[in-house]
């Protein structure tokens, strides 16, 4: 224990494992990294480790190791970033289109909406290029071949491997992604994936994606994720962050890259420009979704996890059918914009979720529709925009409207109002919620991000909900507020402070639980390839308590290329009420997040080698996992029967 303690203090002055992913500007300051883009976008940790979060920051991932040209981006590319507004999007456009091609992001400092936070930022999922006219016109101009495989192996046995009626395959997890990418007209994709305990190679998928070629804007065949207006009827193309401003829409059609099982349409769909100012969607999907079923045969409950490890897991494997169509219809005028959604879905078997008062509300029957109207308007600073929609599977209405003020560069004032009625319900909605899906919640969020420094950025937010109809573990109405500040100060150029606290306010099991998270992190960059983190969290709700310290280091080696990225951190919390949120090194294109709570000692290390040419990437992961207070791990047929967890993975990737 002492020497774990000793090890966590020592590890600032071992600077020989870790990889510096920040870049350094003009002014001597990074640019931003992806790790730190992560724990900004990710303050809100409770959902953490929620799927749709994780796929949203894997394809962003994505994005970031496959960046766009800043000069040939559309308006759809741009709102992939979760950070842009229209307005802002809008006003790069402008500059490019007075002053010519950007030739380094330098110039992003001339954009006069582009605070450096969203500059730094921006550095991450973009490059400037200057472009000939004629190669962007090209369909299949600068393709290029990306394969990736990875393969995790556990270095210990869990309970489900151990006995005859348990897990059906081996413990090994492996998956293979093959992206064929370069232009800015065409993008193809395939994917498979075997996960732990099971058998077979059972998830798949691959999409192929046109883009701006005649009057297409975009068309999709295969996998894909879609969304319009505000979410409130199809929300798959991007995530709403309590800590990010709310200050922009969907983004329509894109394909679905990351390794999710579910959250995905399967069929085709389109998008065309049939005047300047007018675009028209449509979109069909079906495929088979895993469900767990009631005796008559009949949908208790859709699963959303993927596995298929056990015999039980495998009869629920896509056992029901699934159709959905629909369209959207858009129209923009300068700053004006309105627009329709809808869409139609049919299940091969009749949804009967029980009679739990929680699942009152839940939607019954075989087929559903859902239609919406959304609207904006934005003028150079001010942005407003909203969206109201209606369900035929409870019969109920759902409005949520926003604002959004640039007061200057360095101050943007937004809020945001939501009514969701307990009888509203979108099988494919995804708005901003203190729940995952946009239903039985009203709520009013204030959100300012300010740099009334140079070296001085700030985000704060007040967000005050309610849920009319008794939610999971209560028997009546419950009410919540979230309080969140932020601060993150440059002291030099090689030193920032990042503080952070977080009170919230949230009734479970019929009892207000106040939940208080405090966080301190200290970042130094002695050099531009070393890069020191040394984080303290803490957590307390109702007499628990829990905190967390961690050190971080990382370092990239230019001959041969070598990066490396170390993280040790020591836990204790009084039970899982108090639990602590970690994000940890991942492999390229991945995310890792997860909650510790009771006794312990966890560590990871990742190493990463690319060739001269950049055509080759080797990646190695190791992480621990050791209890003080308990000798088991987990329950069910995922126990471990020791207070260890060490596991290993492995990935190769290949540009041609």
């Known amino acids: 224990m002492r020497r774990s303690l000793l090890l966590l203090l020592l590890l600032p002055l071992c600077g020989a494992m870790a990889q510096n992913a920040s870049q350094v500007g003009e002014d001597g300051r990074g640019l931003g990294s992806w790790d730190d883009f992560v724990e900004e976008y990710t303050s809100d940790m409770e959902r953490a480790e929620d799927e749709e979060l994780q796929l949203h920051l894997q394809e962003l991932k994505e994005l970031s190791e496959h960046p766009m040209n800043i000069n040939t981006a559309t308006v759809e590319d741009f709102l992939q970033l979760p950070f842009l507004s229209e307005a802002q999007v809008e006003q790069i456009h402008a500059y490019i289109y007075l002053h010519g091609q950007l030739r380094t992001l330098a110039e992003l400092r001339l954009v006069p909406l582009i605070d450096d936070v969203t500059r730094r930022r921006l550095s991450l999922f973009v490059y400037a290029e200057t472009v000939p006219d004629e190669d962007s016109k090209r369909l299949f101009r600068h393709l290029r071949h990306d394969f990736s495989t990875r393969l995790d192996v556990p270095l210990y046995y869990r309970k489900g491997q151990q006995q005859a009626d348990g897990y059906r395959g081996d413990a090994l997890s492996h998956r293979f992604r093959y992206t064929l990418a370069g232009s800015r007209h065409f993008q193809a994709g395939l994917r498979v ?5 099971e058998r077979y190679y059972d998830s798949y998928g691959a999409y192929a994606m046109l883009k701006d070629v005649g009057i297409v804007d975009k068309a999709v065949v295969g996998d894909y994720r879609i969304g319009f207006g505000e979410g409130l009827v199809l929300g798959g193309s991007t995530w709403n962050s309590k800590s990010a401003p709310p200050m922009k829409t969907q983004g329509g059609i894109r394909p679905m890259t990351g390794m999710d099982e579910t959250a995905f349409l399967r069929g085709a769909a389109v998008t065309l420009r049939l005047a300047k100012r007018l675009r028209l969607s449509a979109f069909g999907s079906y495929r088979k979704r895993d469900a767990t079923l009631t005796s008559a045969g009949e949908v208790q409950t859709l699963r959303t996890d993927g596995y298929h490890r056990t015999e039980s897991e495998w009869t629920r494997r896509r056992n029901v059918g699934n159709t959905v ?12 914009q309105l627009g329709a959604t809808g869409y139609w879905t049919m299940f091969s078997r009749t949804l009967n979720p029980g009679t739990q008062q929680y699942r009152a509300i839940y939607p019954r029957g075989r087929s559903f529709g859902t239609v919406g109207v959304h609207y904006g308007y934005t003028r150079y600073r001010l942005s407003l925009a909203g969206e109201t929609a209606y369900s035929t599977a409870g019969g109920g209405w759902a409005t949520i409207n926003r604002a959004s003020w640039v007061i200057t560069r360095n101050y943007i004032l937004s809020a945001l109002q939501r009514f969701y009625a307990y ?28 740099e009334p420094l140079p070296s001085l950025q700030v985000i704060a937010y007040v ?7 008794p939610r999971y573990r209560m028997t009546h109405s419950s009410t919540g507020q979230d309080f969140f500040l932020q601060a993150s100060y440059g002291v030099s150029r090689r030193h920032t402070l990042l503080a952070r606290y977080q009170l919230k306010r949230k009734e479970n099991a019929d009892q207000m639980e106040p939940h208080h998270r405090t966080k301190l992190q200290w970042t130094w960059e002695p050099t531009r390839r070393l890069r020191l983190q040394t984080t303290a969290s803490s957590h307390h709700v109702l007499g628990s308590h829990g905190f967390m310290l961690s050190q971080r280091a990382d370092l990239s080696v230019p001959r041969p290329d070598l990066t490396f990225k170390a993280q040790l951190g020591y836990f204790r919390s009084d039970d899982y009420l108090s639990r602590i949120y970690l994000h940890s090194p991942a492999l390229y294109s991945m995310f890792s997040a997860a909650s510790y709570f009771g006794h312990g000692l966890l560590g990871v290390l990742t190493g990463r080698w690319k060739s001269k040419d950049g055509r080759w990437m080797l990646e190695m992961r190791y992480s621990l996992l050791r209890y003080f207070d308990r000798t088991v791990q987990g329950t069910g047929l995922q126990q471990i029967l020791s207070p260890w967890k060490h596991d290993l993975s492995f990935q190769a990737r290949v540009k041609l």
């Open 325 to 336: 169509v629909g369209g959207n219809v858009q129209w923009q005028n300068k700053g004006l």
């Open 193 to 197: 994936e075997k996960d732990a305990g």
């Open 423 to 450: 009888q509203y319900h979108s099988f494919y909605g995804s708005s901003l919620a203190e729940n995952s899906n946009p239903q039985n919640e009203s709520g009013v969020l204030l959100h300012l991000q300010a």
């Open 463 to 469: 967000d005050f909900f309610h849920h009319p109809w």
